[in-house]
């Protein structure tokens, strides 16, 4: 019963972490329109709809990389923060290397930005971090045998049992 509890708290903190590293993503990338002076006023609804785009292409992408790194925390009872902040890093910058065209001639990547590779990687970080506040704290507890509760103070010597 606690594997399943924990299957639905894992899902809830994937989804929240991708929220969150969509979010910081469409910022990141769309930083330099908005810091133009002769911009106005930002329509709202365009941005929520960016910010759907952003959450779903993230989540899609990152979904089976993030999943082997939750594998390996929860096998291994892994809990610190760090781990899953450099999981995240790892997996927002293969997520990026992934869509860049790769050279088998000379092993090189073709046309990086670094600045979009730095997003991702940053994001990541800030994914595996909200991860580890969710759900990464407790990685592996599932498999503890649940605390023996202590047994009940005695009764003071003048009272009577209860029925």
Known sequence: ??????????LFAFLASCLVA???IVVAVLYPEFSDIGTGQIDQNAINIVLGFGFIFISGFALLPALIV????????????????????????????????????TFQFEGIVHRHLEIMAGAGIVAG???WLIAGRTAGAWREPPRKLP?????????????
């Open 1 to 10: 019963m606690a594997l399943i509890g924990r299957v639905f708290l894992i």
């Open 22 to 24: 969509g979010m910081i």
């Open 70 to 105: 939750v594998l390996i925390t929860e096998a291994f009872n892994v809990r610190g923060a760090l781990t899953y902040a450099i999981g995240g890093a790892i997996v927002g910058a293969g997520c990026y290397l992934g869509l860049v065209p790769f050279d088998p001639d």
């Open 129 to 131: 971090l909200v991860y």
């Open 151 to 163: 047994p009940p103070p005695p009764l003071p010597s003048q009272s009577r049992p209860q029925p």
